[in-house]
């Protein structure tokens, strides 16, 4: 509230001073002597405006410094109408048009500069940086609607609920910001884009919309780099006399649909597909098969396509399973523990 009265307060001072400078330009323009285009100072008053104020603002101004330009023409050479005094009034009426034009069209280039670092700062809550600049300056737009195969990553705590029972709102808060900030370091490490938050976890994606030909490969070592640095979490969180936590990862690899969905107020671009669904399963009944990190026997076989043999190597063949909300029944791998590296 008080910066909107602020900015308020200093807009009414500004159309002051444009308007008393205006003023003083037309008494000079109408009652010296000077026998040069005095009206060309009107310039002064659209460069203001133009600096601190709107459109709409700019556009009044220039209208009134028009009318003053010709209100004083009127007064001081009615009824005859000299040949110089028209050109001296024409000069100012076209120094007024011509700053008007252009400080209108800075002003639109400002705006688009505004609206495409906007853009590139909700592309950044999403994306990984080194993916930004590329996603802004594509031709094809985010509205249109891609058909893919991507690595779909589900990734959520075990137990949120018991976990922050005992814990106030603004602990909870941190402690899913510091979750959060930790997820999506690892995702955005190997060229994920983070679909979705989904407060305890989240939902990434790898592939669109850039795909790649290590998308596989890149979801698998993500998931590793979140079950280490949850490790590593876990170790400085039992120092500090809090209790680990336990994450599980689910993953599955299809064809999506990418586009924007929702409604003209608000729009999220996303993934959908039968790829979605069962990796979300998967995620789910990692509790069932007690794995942190369990993967369909398709991811796998696109690690395999991919060559990335030795990682395919390290999930264990857990057989076919019947899972909730999945028609057949799925071919799963998982794995239970993971080598970690030693801590930074």
């Not at 659209?46 to 330009?69: E, H, K, Q, T, W």
């Not at 402690?175 to 884009?193: D, I, K, P, W």
């Not at 120092?239 to 936590?245: E, K, L, S, V, Y």
Request: hydrophobic content about 50%; proline content about 4%; glycine content about 4%.
């Amino acid at each position: 509230m008080s910066i909107k009265l602020a900015k308020s307060s200093r807009d009414t001072a500004i159309k002051v001073t444009t308007t008393t400078l205006a003023l003083g330009i037309f008494a000079i323009d109408t009652l010296s002597a000077f026998e040069f285009a005095v009206a060309v100072m009107y310039v002064f008053v659209l460069l203001i405006a133009a600096a601190y104020l709107d459109r709409r603002s700019v556009l009044v101004a220039a209208a009134g410094c028009s009318v003053l330009v010709v209100l004083s023409f009127v007064l001081v050479h009615f009824p005859v109408f000299r040949y110089t005094a028209v050109l001296r009034a024409a000069m100012g009426l076209a120094a007024i048009e011509i700053t008007m034009l252009l400080a209108l069209r800075n002003m639109s280039a400002n705006d688009r500069l505004d609206d495409i670092q906007r853009q590139r700062t909700n592309l950044a809550r999403f994306f990984p940086p080194q993916l930004v600049d590329e996603l802004a300056e594509m031709d094809t737009p985010f509205s249109l609607t891609r058909h893919e195969p991507a690595a779909i990553l589900f990734v959520d705590m075990v137990g949120f609920t018991a976990y922050c029972a005992d814990l106030d709102p603004e602990a909870v808060i941190t402690f899913l910001r510091n979750l959060q900030a930790l997820l999506s370091r690892c995702v955005f490490s190997y060229n994920g884009n983070i679909d979705k938050f989904l407060g305890d976890g989240l939902m990434a994606v790898f592939g669109p919309p850039l795909p790649s030909l290590v998308d596989a490969t890149n979801a698998a070592r993500c998931a590793f780099e979140i079950l280490r640095s949850i490790a590593n979490w876990n170790r400085q969180r039992l120092r500090a006399g809090d209790a680990a936590i336990r994450l599980a990862v689910g993953i599955h690899h299809g064809p999506v649909v990418q586009g924007d969905i929702g409604s003209e107020n608000r729009l999220d671009l996303t993934v959908v597909g039968d790829a979605v669904n069962i990796a979300s399963r998967v995620e789910t009944y990692s509790r069932t098969v007690d794995c942190d990190l369990l993967v369909t026997a398709a991811f796998v076989e696109r690690l395999r396509v991919e060559g990335s043999h030795e990682l395919a190597s390290m999930f264990t063949d857990l057989k076919q399973h019947s899972i909730r909300g999945i028609e057949n029944p799925v071919h799963l791998f998982g794995i239970t523990s993971l080598p970690l590296r030693p801590e930074d």
